[in-house]
């Protein structure tokens, strides 16, 4: 009697709560390690095309003057540009946190995992690199950022971007050596739509190589020798239909 | 003819391009000018291997004085994972410098190759291979 209840409540149980019944819900793929950028210097040329600038974003465009990038000021290049950079990055995941550390310029980011929004206030205090929250969808990390230092650029080639950019990653191991990076620009100053482009990450065999030195203001003997130079004044601004 | 003409044309640029080393904190054109091209020849006199790209320094001798002209190159981590290391150059080395002159007039260039008198180079593939 005892035993046929027992039995009729586990097979009733497996019904009313079908997730019981199977194994316990999946943990999010490994990304962690240390990895290799796709160097990038500029976005229109992986795009194939100029991206889609509002009339404002497409005349800051042509009369960029790439001698004012703030890199060459050793300032930080932005939560995006950064990944695009020709050095490598460690990628830490501990419980509710990602953090990349790069080497370029001894920079870090944070992602909050623990489903927090952004701070309210955040648009009052921007970061050159951006404030970042996360979350899994599927196997795939999507990190949702904001307050980016208009002061910084999305390139070398001198791509701007105003206050109000808002960047969405996505990043999904497609191999155990590579991940893909999706990046989606949304800035209704400099562009009519978002628009996105992909680029990966190759692992770094950091076995044999190490994460360097790079302090930015150790020898920065460039900027005195930086001269006005506007490589797109010929641009012709056509809307994207 | 004009096709074999086009594709002398597109290997010549693509060797030029290949060989501009990758500037990844300052766009190469607001410093340097690729329409002027210089070699020179000197004695090493010191070597920067410091952040953001490392600077060495040669004595040219121009006429019967001697201009010390200052020689950017790649990033050190760029360079030490090609195998390039802080004695790959010393005090003293004779070299030949190809690269570009700088803009503002300064006795500045940019690196593309340094041979030594044996004929090897030394700092080459700063960009890593990687020059888009």
Redesign the interface.
């Known amino acids: 009697m005892t035993r046929r209840f027992i039995g009729r409540a586990m097979v009733l149980a497996l019904f009313a709560f079908p997730a019981m019944a199977q194994t316990p819900a999946k943990a999010p793929p490994i990304l962690a390690g240390t990895w290799r950028n796709q160097y990038t210097p500029n976005l229109a040329e992986a795009l194939g095309k100029e991206p889609p600038y509002t009339a404002y974003g497409a005349e800051r465009w042509r009369t960029v003057d790439t001698s004012k990038d703030p890199t060459g000021f050793c300032l930080p290049p932005g939560p995006s540009r950064i990944f695009t950079a020709p050095f490598p990055f460690i990628l830490m995941q501990q419980g509710d946190m990602i953090s990349f550390l790069f080497e370029y310029q001894t920079l870090w980011r944070v992602v909050y995992m623990d489903g927090r929004p952004h701070p309210a206030d955040i648009a009052d205090y921007p970061d050159f690199m951006g404030h970042s929250v996360g979350k899994w969808d599927g196997e795939t990390l999507v990190v949702d950022t904001v307050a980016i230092n208009e002061r910084s650029w999305l390139d070398t080639a001198g791509h701007e971007h105003s206050a109000k950019l808002h960047l969405t990653e996505r990043i999904k191991k497609i191999s155990e050596d590579k991940l893909e990076w999706t990046v989606t620009f949304d800035d209704p100053v400099f562009f009519t739509k978002p628009w996105s482009l992909s680029r990966s990450f190759t692992r770094f065999d950091d076995s044999k190589d190490r994460i360097m030195p790079y302090t930015c203001t150790e020898n920065n003997r460039d900027v005195e020798h930086l001269k006005p130079n506007q490589p797109n004044l010929s641009y012709k601004y056509e809307p994207e239909k | 003819m004009a096709r074999k003409l086009q594709g002398v044309i597109a290997l010549l640029l693509g060797v030029s391009f290949a060989a501009i080393p ?6 190469f ?3 340097y000018d690729r329409s002027k091209p210089i070699t020179l020849k000197g004695v090493v006199t010191k070597l ?1 291997w ?4 490392i ?1 060495f320094f040669v004595d040219v001798k121009e006429g019967d004085r001697v201009v010390n002209w ?1 020689i ?1 190159g790649g ?4 360079l ?2 090609n195998g390039w290391r802080t004695d790959s150059l010393k005090v003293g080395d004779q070299v030949t410098v190809d690269g570009w002159l ?3 007039g ?1 006795n ?1 260039a940019n690196m593309r190759t340094v041979t030594l008198p044996d004929g090897k180079t030394v700092f080459g593939a700063s ?2 291979g ?1 020059t ?1």
Not at chain 2, 22 to 27: K, N, Q
Not at chain 2, 50 to 53: A, G, L
Not at chain 2, 75 to 78: C, G, L, N, V
Request: without cysteine.
């Open positions: 990758a500037a990844a904190h300052h766009s054109a607001a410093q920067e410091m952040n953001p790209h600077y200052s950017e990033a050190p981590s760029m030490y994972r700088a803009k503002d300064s500045l960009s890593g990687d888009r």
